[in-house]
């Protein structure tokens, strides 16, 4: 399973960015997808989810992102609106799904977002 990652980039605070997720290779039956962030000398942490249709935010982005998913395309994309300097990270998208022998996570390689003050 390959996720490639696309949408990253510098702009300015309170501009907007979207990024987006194309889940690709042996896909059996996808149950999580998700967006997580990690700033230099922090945690990876987790942006948004959605699981099984319910989504879910970090309290941080919550009235600002939105998460979506297009089936058909396996794609997952994420609105990001009213951007903050805080918000400066490498973005990882996040695959979950059930396969023959478990679940199976996968990662994408991460796409730059630079929010300047």
């Known amino acids: 399973v390959q996720l490639v990652e696309s949408g990253g980039g510098l702009v300015q605070t309170g501009g907007s960015l979207r990024l987006s997720c194309a889940v690709s290779g042996t896909i059996f039956s996808i149950m999580v997808m998700g967006w997580y962030r990690q700033a230099p000398g922090r945690q990876r942490e987790l942006v948004a989810r959605i699981i099984s249709g319910a989504t879910n935010y970090a309290d941080s982005v919550k009235g600002r992102f939105t998460i979506s998913r297009d089936n058909a395309k396996n794609t997952v994309y994420l609105q990001m609106n009213s951007l903050k300097p805080e918000d400066t990270a490498v973005y990882y998208c996040?695959?979950?799904?059930?396969?023959?022998?478990?679940?199976?996570?996968?990662w994408g390689q991460g796409t730059q977002v630079t929010v300047s003050s």
């Open positions: 996040n695959v979950q799904q059930a396969t023959v022998t478990g679940v199976g996570e996968y």
